[in-house]
């Protein structure tokens, strides 16, 4: 789905930006552009990210 229709960036870009670095909206803004210009889109891009993360986080726990 489109997340920044400024921009024309969607969910995947956003979670595929993630899963080579970002870790944050500033760092998703820097590769993609999103919420650069009318910042409607910044909240859900935001919540992608921390999602994104969680589910890294989860998954490359090593449990003992």
């Given amino acids: 789905m489109y997340v920044c229709i400024c921009h024309a960036v969607t969910d995947t870009q956003i979670k595929e930006a993630v899963n ?8 998703v803004k820097h590769r ?3 919420a650069s210009q009318c910042g409607k ?10 999602n994104e993360r969680a589910l890294a986080c989860n998954f490359y ?3 003992d």
Avoid at 20 to 27: K, N, R
Avoid at 41 to 50: E, G, P, R, T
């Fill in 61 to 63: 726990e090593v449990i």
């Fill in 41 to 50: 889109c910044a909240k859900m891009a935001v919540q992608i990210i921390q």
């Fill in 32 to 34: 993609l552009g999103v």
């Fill in 20 to 27: 080579q670095g970002d870790e944050s909206l500033t760092d």
